[in-house]
Protein backbone atom coordinates (compact mmCIF):
# COMPACT_ATOMS: atom_id res chain seq x y z
CA UNK A 1 0.00 0.00 0.00
CA UNK A 2 2.89 1.86 1.02
CA UNK A 3 4.46 1.77 -2.24
CA UNK A 4 1.21 2.72 -4.15
CA UNK A 5 1.05 5.61 -2.53
CA UNK A 6 4.52 6.61 -3.08
CA UNK A 7 3.92 5.17 -6.91
CA UNK A 8 0.87 7.94 -7.01
CA UNK A 9 2.64 10.75 -5.09
CA UNK A 10 5.61 10.71 -7.70
CA UNK A 11 3.30 10.12 -10.77
CA UNK A 12 1.10 13.00 -9.28
CA UNK A 13 4.35 15.32 -8.86
CA UNK A 14 5.42 14.35 -12.60
CA UNK A 15 2.05 15.83 -13.66
CA UNK A 16 2.43 18.61 -11.75
CA UNK A 17 5.51 19.78 -13.13
CA UNK A 18 4.91 19.00 -16.23
CA UNK A 19 1.71 21.17 -16.23
CA UNK A 20 3.90 23.96 -15.06
CA UNK A 21 6.94 23.51 -17.66
CA UNK A 22 4.09 23.72 -20.41
CA UNK A 23 2.77 27.04 -18.95
CA UNK A 24 6.28 28.17 -19.58
CA UNK A 25 6.10 26.88 -22.71
CA UNK A 26 3.15 28.85 -23.40
CA UNK A 27 4.51 31.95 -21.95
CA UNK A 28 7.40 31.69 -23.98
CA UNK A 29 5.56 31.17 -27.15
CA UNK A 30 3.69 34.65 -26.15
CA UNK A 31 6.42 36.62 -25.05
CA UNK A 32 8.16 35.88 -28.78
CA UNK A 33 4.58 36.66 -30.61
CA UNK A 34 5.08 40.17 -28.74
CA UNK A 35 8.66 40.56 -29.24
CA UNK A 36 8.50 39.41 -32.90
CA UNK A 37 5.67 42.50 -33.51
CA UNK A 38 8.84 44.82 -32.97
CA UNK A 39 11.41 43.29 -35.60
CA UNK A 40 11.62 43.15 -39.19
CA UNK A 41 11.02 40.36 -41.26
CA UNK A 42 14.43 38.69 -41.16
CA UNK A 43 15.86 34.75 -41.57
CA UNK A 44 16.36 34.70 -37.99
CA UNK A 45 13.12 36.02 -37.11
CA UNK A 46 11.65 33.14 -39.56
CA UNK A 47 13.99 30.36 -37.99
CA UNK A 48 12.84 31.32 -34.23
CA UNK A 49 9.23 30.81 -35.73
CA UNK A 50 10.10 27.51 -36.76
CA UNK A 51 12.09 26.22 -34.02
CA UNK A 52 8.71 27.27 -31.67
CA UNK A 53 6.17 25.19 -34.01
CA UNK A 54 8.49 22.61 -33.88
CA UNK A 55 9.15 22.29 -29.96
CA UNK A 56 5.22 22.64 -30.20
CA UNK A 57 4.48 20.19 -32.32
CA UNK A 58 6.79 17.42 -30.78
CA UNK A 59 5.03 18.36 -26.92
CA UNK A 60 1.30 18.17 -28.82
CA UNK A 61 2.61 14.84 -30.32
CA UNK A 62 4.15 13.32 -27.16
CA UNK A 63 0.82 14.72 -25.10
CA UNK A 64 -1.35 12.62 -27.18
CA UNK A 65 0.31 9.26 -27.58
CA UNK A 66 0.70 9.18 -23.39
CA UNK A 67 -3.29 10.25 -23.59
CA UNK A 68 -5.79 7.44 -23.18
CA UNK A 69 -8.05 9.26 -25.11
CA UNK A 70 -5.86 10.80 -27.94
CA UNK A 71 -8.90 11.64 -30.38
CA UNK A 72 -10.59 13.56 -27.47
CA UNK A 73 -7.81 15.29 -26.65
CA UNK A 74 -7.19 16.78 -30.24
CA UNK A 75 -11.17 17.37 -30.18
CA UNK A 76 -11.30 19.50 -27.45
CA UNK A 77 -11.49 22.95 -27.77
CA UNK A 78 -8.00 23.03 -26.09
CA UNK A 79 -6.60 21.02 -28.48
CA UNK A 80 -7.54 22.80 -31.41
CA UNK A 81 -5.93 25.35 -30.21
CA UNK A 82 -2.96 23.31 -30.07
CA UNK A 83 -3.25 22.74 -33.67
CA UNK A 84 -3.98 25.81 -34.13
CA UNK A 85 -1.24 27.72 -32.66
CA UNK A 86 1.24 24.67 -33.95
CA UNK A 87 0.01 25.68 -37.61
CA UNK A 88 0.85 29.14 -37.28
CA UNK A 89 4.29 29.12 -35.92
CA UNK A 90 5.58 26.85 -38.91
CA UNK A 91 3.46 28.45 -41.67
CA UNK A 92 4.20 32.15 -40.87
CA UNK A 93 7.34 32.19 -42.05
CA UNK A 94 6.21 31.05 -45.74
CA UNK A 95 2.77 33.52 -45.70
CA UNK A 96 4.46 36.61 -43.98
CA UNK A 97 1.26 38.23 -45.38
CA UNK A 98 -1.18 35.96 -43.42
CA UNK A 99 -1.18 37.79 -40.41
CA UNK A 100 -3.86 36.30 -38.65
CA UNK A 101 -1.49 33.52 -38.38
CA UNK A 102 -0.02 35.47 -35.42
CA UNK A 103 -3.55 35.89 -33.61
CA UNK A 104 -3.88 32.09 -33.81
CA UNK A 105 -0.64 31.79 -31.92
CA UNK A 106 -1.85 33.56 -28.84
CA UNK A 107 -4.96 30.78 -28.76
CA UNK A 108 -2.53 28.01 -27.72
CA UNK A 109 -3.28 29.81 -23.67
CA UNK A 110 -6.63 28.52 -23.78
CA UNK A 111 -5.35 25.16 -22.99
CA UNK A 112 -3.75 26.81 -19.55
CA UNK A 113 -6.70 26.57 -17.71
CA UNK A 114 -6.06 23.05 -17.24
CA UNK A 115 -3.53 24.12 -14.60
CA UNK A 116 -6.14 24.84 -12.46
CA UNK A 117 -6.40 21.96 -10.30
CA UNK A 118 -2.91 21.76 -9.83
CA UNK A 119 -2.76 25.62 -8.82
CA UNK A 120 -5.70 24.23 -6.56
CA UNK A 121 -3.81 21.37 -5.05
CA UNK A 122 -0.38 23.32 -4.38
CA UNK A 123 -1.70 27.08 -3.49
CA UNK A 124 -3.75 27.31 -0.88
CA UNK A 125 -4.16 30.92 -1.76
CA UNK A 126 -5.47 29.98 -5.27
CA UNK A 127 -7.82 27.29 -3.58
CA UNK A 128 -9.29 30.27 -0.91
CA UNK A 129 -9.66 32.59 -3.88
CA UNK A 130 -10.05 30.39 -6.78
CA UNK A 131 -13.14 31.98 -8.99
CA UNK A 132 -11.52 35.03 -8.87
CA UNK A 133 -8.11 33.85 -9.77
CA UNK A 134 -9.59 31.63 -13.02
CA UNK A 135 -11.84 34.94 -13.82
CA UNK A 136 -8.71 37.20 -13.93
CA UNK A 137 -6.81 34.48 -15.82
CA UNK A 138 -9.48 34.03 -18.47
CA UNK A 139 -9.76 38.39 -18.67
CA UNK A 140 -6.09 38.21 -19.18
CA UNK A 141 -6.42 35.23 -21.66
CA UNK A 142 -9.00 37.33 -23.46
CA UNK A 143 -6.88 40.39 -23.46
CA UNK A 144 -4.04 38.76 -25.52
CA UNK A 145 -6.11 36.84 -27.91
CA UNK A 146 -7.94 40.09 -29.28
CA UNK A 147 -4.60 42.06 -28.63
CA UNK A 148 -3.12 39.32 -31.08
CA UNK A 149 -6.49 39.85 -33.63
CA UNK A 150 -6.10 43.14 -33.53
CA UNK A 151 -2.68 43.68 -34.13
CA UNK A 152 -2.68 40.53 -36.84
CA UNK A 153 -6.02 42.31 -38.70
CA UNK A 154 -4.78 45.96 -38.55
CA UNK A 155 -0.75 46.14 -39.06
CA UNK A 156 -0.93 46.21 -42.85
CA UNK A 157 -3.69 48.78 -42.98
CA UNK A 158 -3.90 50.74 -40.01
CA UNK A 159 -0.58 53.09 -39.04
CA UNK A 160 -1.59 53.69 -35.96
CA UNK A 161 -1.38 49.55 -34.81
CA UNK A 162 2.42 49.29 -35.62
CA UNK A 163 2.75 46.62 -33.29
CA UNK A 164 1.74 44.39 -30.15
CA UNK A 165 2.12 47.38 -27.72
CA UNK A 166 0.22 49.54 -29.90
CA UNK A 167 -3.13 46.73 -30.00
CA UNK A 168 -2.83 46.18 -26.67
CA UNK A 169 -3.40 49.52 -26.08
CA UNK A 170 -6.21 49.50 -28.33
CA UNK A 171 -7.73 46.73 -26.91
CA UNK A 172 -7.62 47.28 -22.72
CA UNK A 173 -8.95 51.44 -24.01
CA UNK A 174 -11.71 49.55 -26.03
CA UNK A 175 -12.38 46.46 -22.73
CA UNK A 176 -12.81 49.42 -20.46
CA UNK A 177 -14.71 51.84 -22.34
CA UNK A 178 -12.39 54.55 -22.19
CA UNK A 179 -12.30 55.22 -25.40
CA UNK A 180 -9.44 58.31 -26.02
CA UNK A 181 -9.84 58.19 -29.81
CA UNK A 182 -6.24 58.39 -30.82
CA UNK A 183 -6.69 54.80 -32.48
CA UNK A 184 -9.42 53.16 -33.84
CA UNK A 185 -10.41 50.43 -36.19
CA UNK A 186 -11.51 51.65 -39.32
CA UNK A 187 -14.14 50.27 -41.31
CA UNK A 188 -16.89 47.35 -40.35
CA UNK A 189 -14.83 44.86 -39.80
CA UNK A 190 -12.40 46.78 -36.97
CA UNK A 191 -16.00 47.83 -35.63
CA UNK A 192 -17.10 44.63 -35.06
CA UNK A 193 -13.92 43.86 -33.39
CA UNK A 194 -14.26 46.79 -31.25
CA UNK A 195 -18.01 46.16 -30.44
CA UNK A 196 -16.57 42.27 -29.42
CA UNK A 197 -14.13 43.67 -27.31
CA UNK A 198 -16.15 46.12 -25.34
CA UNK A 199 -19.29 43.66 -24.70
CA UNK A 200 -16.99 40.53 -23.80
CA UNK A 201 -14.70 42.80 -21.81
CA UNK A 202 -17.28 44.44 -19.84
CA UNK A 203 -18.99 40.76 -19.07
CA UNK A 204 -15.75 39.66 -17.77
CA UNK A 205 -14.97 42.61 -15.75
CA UNK A 206 -18.26 41.97 -13.92
CA UNK A 207 -17.35 38.17 -13.65
CA UNK A 208 -14.06 39.37 -12.10
CA UNK A 209 -15.57 41.47 -9.61
CA UNK A 210 -18.32 39.22 -8.79
CA UNK A 211 -15.68 36.77 -8.10
CA UNK A 212 -13.84 39.22 -5.87
CA UNK A 213 -16.45 40.91 -3.64
CA UNK A 214 -18.75 37.81 -3.08
CA UNK A 215 -18.90 35.93 0.30
CA UNK A 216 -15.71 33.58 0.37
CA UNK A 217 -17.15 29.95 -0.08
CA UNK A 218 -15.25 26.88 -0.26
CA UNK A 219 -15.36 24.01 -2.80
CA UNK A 220 -16.30 20.86 -1.23
CA UNK A 221 -19.13 18.33 -2.28
CA UNK A 222 -21.29 17.23 0.00
CA UNK A 223 -21.80 13.50 0.36
CA UNK A 224 -25.64 13.32 0.44
CA UNK A 225 -26.84 16.08 -1.84
CA UNK A 226 -23.91 16.84 -3.77
CA UNK A 227 -23.79 20.82 -2.85
CA UNK A 228 -20.19 21.74 -3.86
CA UNK A 229 -19.54 25.25 -2.32
CA UNK A 230 -20.19 26.10 1.51
CA UNK A 231 -18.95 28.43 4.38
CA UNK A 232 -15.17 27.61 5.20
CA UNK A 233 -16.61 27.28 8.75
CA UNK A 234 -19.52 25.00 7.95
CA UNK A 235 -20.04 22.04 9.82
CA UNK A 236 -23.12 20.96 8.05
CA UNK A 237 -24.55 20.73 4.73
CA UNK A 238 -27.05 24.16 4.47
CA UNK A 239 -29.01 22.19 1.81
CA UNK A 240 -29.63 18.66 3.71
CA UNK A 241 -28.06 19.18 6.93
CA UNK A 242 -25.36 16.85 6.85
CA UNK A 243 -22.35 16.12 8.35
CA UNK A 244 -19.41 17.71 6.53
CA UNK A 245 -15.84 17.08 7.15
CA UNK A 246 -14.20 20.10 5.30
CA UNK A 247 -10.27 19.87 5.29
CA UNK A 248 -8.37 23.33 6.48
CA UNK A 249 -4.94 24.11 4.68
CA UNK A 250 -3.03 22.20 6.25
Known amino acids: MQRLQDAQGLAGGHSRASAYALLGLDLAALGWVILESFLPEHPVVFAVDIAFGLVLAAELAIRLRNSPSARRELLHPAGIADVLSVLAFLLAPFFPGWGFLRA ?81 LPGTSGRLISVIIMLAGVTLFLRLAQAMFRPAKVRFRCHACGLGRHEPDAVHCKACGALLNIPDDD
Not at 140 to 161: E, K, R, W
Not at 162 to 184: E, H, K, P, Q, R
Request: cysteine-free; hydrophobic content about 50%.
Open 104 to 184: LRTVRLLRSARLVAHLRHDLPLFRRNQDAFVAAADLLVFIVVMTGIVHATQQASNPDIANFADALYFTVTALTTTGFGDIT
